[in-house]
């Protein structure tokens, strides 16, 4: 009846004093937000003057913990986790599926949903991580059962997983003895008993505009990866994956994908494991996969077979919004060494540039097969990095800290080819693989609505420089004490489309202001390593600073007959 009078014969708004209680809980199961007259979004209807609904933008700073139960209507804003009236909400703040009661998380203290939360249930109730684990402990001795077993911990999905069978078929009599007889049980049993390497299963997620750091063991690193190979991580499949493993969405899955968003890559294996329409594709997922069970198998040898100490792996992220002034920065320009066949990985000494995509892999688990792509497969410990990152933004990295090689390789894109084990040779003090590994990501200009002429202009010129300088330094106050040099290349000059030239120069300017000397890897273009060592001597002899280097390229334009080289030099160095 109220809502009758409302619509028809719209009365002066009352202030929230001069409402009962009864007429305010009426208003909201109207949609209206408590305390607040207007109209509320019902049936697809807009929004009047004066009226704020709760959105996902209005985030809290402390968690939103289950209050007690004070009306059966569960408030429709915590779902996604963004209540604004917190405690004293007159909706009920828990979340009910059938006979299960969760707690509501914010973005802010969201963690990685594990394929063991209870809280996921099929439509009768059932557990699905009751389900799973069943299947995980039958004896898998085919790769025909394998691939039964990994559509029937989806539900029984109807899923093409042609390249795994093939692939393991094809696999050497020894090897696949060795695989199915010791590796794939211990990933079938560490699977099962992942609460024994996360009891609290509370593996925080690294958002946005933090500076966080979260650790992880070598065996935990095989525990998740074991996961993602039976493609039983929650809601972290490809986002065109289409199936119906996950038809049925509890309260309790909306509320996390909602909290969750959209900036994190997916985990799960599948799409290696299904035939392309191009024959190419196939191949380099065979090559992937040959990656993906080295490190099982290797992993199984080292912790199992020598009880070995396992790993220490860090995964940080670094917001940081103190940066130099570059057109004025007076630091000198720092040293640099060339190397025209050595590949970043060997330079054990120092930070290794991943050339990453804001989405940390790329498209590693898929058709990319590039710098970044090949990195995460011959060192599978940087998948924890996308496991618990989101995107990242201008004046973010992410480092990640004693990442073990385990592959070695030839060839890079469509030539990919996984070559054989690899063995670490410097570790620091404590036993561990001395590497930090640095992401930073390049803008796409040959991507939507970008052109590589942008790359000139000066606010492309500022993102660029001040991205490196960030991969390099992290954020104030850390206590991470970072290698002296950084092994970097050609940053964004492949399928991104970069100036390889202008991009050398900016890596210059970033690793000059922090204290870094630059070992540039030309992957076998002695031409380009030549002359950026002969700009970087006369540069260098001449006094040159940060700031008339910055300033020397900003001048520049793609339109000139002259390379960047040529004009900086024509600037700085005499002609």
């Not at 409402?19 to 697809?44: E, I, N």
């Not at 010791?182 to 509370?202: A, C, G, H, T």
């Not at 990453?356 to 970044?372: F, P």
Request: aromatic share 10%.
């Amino acid at each position: 009846k109220l809502q009758f009078l409302y619509f028809i014969a719209p009365l002066p708004p009352l202030l929230p004093s001069e409402m009962s209680d009864r007429a305010q809980a009426t208003l909201l199961s109207f949609g209206f937000q408590k305390g607040l007259p207007g109209r509320g979004r019902g049936r697809g209807q807009g929004r009047r003057q004066g009226t704020r609904l709760a959105s996902p933008a209005d985030e809290v700073a402390a968690p939103v913990i289950a209050s007690k139960h004070r009306k059966k209507t569960v408030c429709k804003y915590l779902q996604a986790g963004y209540c604004k009236q917190g405690d004293q909400c007159a909706y009920t703040h828990t979340l009910v599926t059938t006979t299960k009661i969760v707690q509501s998380s914010t973005r802010a203290n969201l963690p990685l949903m594990l394929a063991c939360d209870n809280n996921r249930v099929y439509g009768d109730d059932m557990s699905r991580w009751g389900t799973t684990t069943e299947l995980l402990t039958c004896d898998v001795t085919t790769p025909k059962m394998l691939c039964q077993v990994i559509k029937n911990c989806n539900q029984g999905a109807d899923w093409d997983l042609s390249i795994l069978s093939t692939f393991l078929e094809n696999l050497p009599e020894e090897t696949s003895s060795a695989f199915f007889e010791k590796v794939l049980p211990w990933m079938q049993e560490i699977s099962v008993n992942i609460l024994d390497y996360f009891p609290d299963s509370n593996i925080p997620l690294l958002r946005q505009g933090t500076t966080q750091t979260v650790e992880f063991n070598e065996m935990q690193l095989a525990c998740l990866m074991s996961h993602c190979f039976f493609c039983i991580m929650p809601h972290r499949h490809h986002r065109n994956f289409k199936s119906n493993n996950e038809d049925i969405v509890t309260l309790h899955d909306q509320a996390y994908l909602d909290a969750l968003g959209d900036q994190f890559g997916n985990l799960n294996f599948l799409p290696l494991y299904q035939s392309g329409k191009v024959s190419q594709d196939n191949v380099q997922k065979t090559e992937k996969l040959k990656c993906l069970i080295h490190f099982f198998r290797k992993a199984y040898t080292r912790l199992v077979e020598e009880n070995q100490t396992p790993d220490k792996i860090q995964v940080l992220r670094a917001h940081n919004n103190s940066i130099p002034d570059w057109r004025n920065s007076k630091s000198k320009l720092c040293d640099l060494v060339i190397e025209n066949d050595n590949v970043i990985e060997a330079c054990e000494d120092s930070i290794q540039a991943d050339f990453a995509n804001k989405v940390l892999g790329g498209g590693v688990i898929g058709r990319g097969c590039v710098q970044e792509e090949i990195r995460f497969l011959i060192s599978p410990g940087m998948f924890l990095s996308r496991m618990v990152c989101e995107s990242l933004t201008a004046n973010e990295t992410v480092w990640v800290t004693g990442c073990r090689q385990y592959s070695r390789y030839t060839g890079y894109g469509e030539t990919f080819c996984w070559s054989g084990d690899y063995t670490h040779g410097v570790k620091d003090i404590n036993g561990y693989p001395s590497v930090v590994i640095a992401a930073m990501d390049a803008v796409n200009f040959k991507g939507y609505r970008m052109d590589p002429v942008k790359q000139y202009t000066g606010i492309y010129q500022c993102r660029e420089t001040t991205k490196c300088y960030i991969s390099l330094v992290g954020a104030p106050g850390l206590e991470v004490t970072s290698p002296a040099a950084v092994a970097t290349g050609r940053w964004g000059c492949g399928v991104f489309g970069g100036d390889v030239q202008f991009k050398a120069l900016l890596q210059l300017c970033a690793a000059s202001a922090a204290s870094k000397k630059v070992i540039f890897h030309t992957y076998s273009d002695p031409e380009l390593g030549k002359a950026l060592l002969s700009v970087h001597t006369r540069l260098t002899e001449s006094g040159v600073t940060v700031a008339n280097l910055y300033r020397a390229m900003s001048s520049y334009s793609p339109t000139q007959s002259t390379s960047v080289f040529d004009h900086v030099m024509c600037i700085l160095g005499g002609g």
